[in-house]
């Protein structure tokens, strides 16, 4: 192990040991709160790298300019707008779940600005002939598991935590799909014929879990509910496969967020109206609907060809 490493562990250990009490408050309202535990983990790295850079200084000491510092440390690091944001709003929660405890009476977070982010950023997806190729590159030894978990991302627009969640009771055999979405929100989502029977397929196949108990539709070999990581493994190493078969994708940056951002693409492409999307998507804002609203270059020449500008003839 390098020096850096151990020095990064050792104040790991520190910061958990000097700030335990008030991590442990955090913890307790994250999940009183509902938080999924993706998001859990997400916000206590963020704490904790936040107190490594104040630490051994008191909770109730730390002020505006700790937390401007840490952000403008960030900044310098080239961290990009949304982690630094999302490690605000990590900061911002740990005081405020701090105040509920009765811990602390202020949250020197909550006057920090945020940063600007780019607003409207075109989303990289796939388009419809391109989803349909990279479905056909699913293989390995459960084909039909990792088949049913691509095109649940890339034809029902799931999350990987979504995909993670699924439990056999969730699938409705006339052709829907409870869904377990952020904030713990459940959505309903019709299937496919095409997907539905592949799902079927998955249930018919389905590990026996190791524990009675265990209800996960997406089982490992070891019969545990297959983990966020290996989703993304599948999805990832199938994109793989298909830049090898396909060397002119090879430079496009790919991954299993991709394939829900394909899916909100395609559906927008195919007439679906926003408010729909929204639900089918499960954003708790339209604002995050319309990015999908983009269109191609192709579309774009189409607009300006309808135009026809009259040729100047010289006199």
């Known amino acids: 192990m390098s020096k850096h490493t151990m020095q990064g562990t050792e104040m ?48 109730e000491m730390i002020a505006r300019p700790d937390i401007l510092k840490h952000i403008a440390e960030m900044m310098q690091r080239g961290v990009g707008d949304r982690a630094r944001n999302r490690s605000l709003a990590a900061i911002r929660a740990f005081y405020r779940a701090l105040i509920d405890m009765q811990l602390l009476d202020r949250n020197p977070a909550s006057e920090v600005k945020k940063s600007k982010e780019e607003k409207n950023r075109i989303p990289v997806y796939l388009e419809e002939s391109e989803l349909e190729q990279y479905i056909h590159e699913t293989d390995g030894k459960y084909y039909h598991r990792n088949l049913a978990i691509l095109m649940l991302m890339g034809y029902a627009g799931l999350r990987v935590g979504e995909v993670h969640r699924l439990n056999v009771e969730d699938i409705h055999m006339n052709g829907h799909l409870n869904v377990l979405g952020k904030g713990r929100k459940w959505r309903v989502i019709p299937l496919q014929e095409e997907l539905l029977e592949v799902v079927k397929q998955v249930m018919e196949q389905r590990i026996s879990p190791k524990s009675n108990k265990e209800k996960a539709l997406f089982v490992s070999q070891f019969g545990r509910r297959l983990s966020r990581r290996m989703i993304q493994h599948i999805a990832n190493r199938t994109f793989d496969k298909m830049k090898r078969n396909a060397p002119d994708m090879a430079i496009r940056k790919f991954s299993s967020h991709k394939l829900r951002h394909s899916f909100g693409t395609n559906q927008i492409r195919n007439g679906t109206d926003l408010r729909t999307l929204q639900e089918l998507l499960g954003h708790k804002s339209i604002e995050t609907t319309q990015i999908y609203t983009h269109v191609s270059n192709k579309q774009l020449i189409e607009a300006m060809g309808r135009v026809k500008i009259p040729i100047q003839r010289q006199v």
């Open 12 to 59: 790991k250990h520190l910061v958990q040991d000097t700030y335990e009490k008030e991590l442990d408050l955090f913890m307790i309202s994250m999940k009183t709160s509902g938080m999924t535990a993706s998001t859990q983990q997400a916000y206590r790295d963020d704490v904790q790298s936040f107190l490594a850079t104040v630490h051994p200084k008191k909770v």
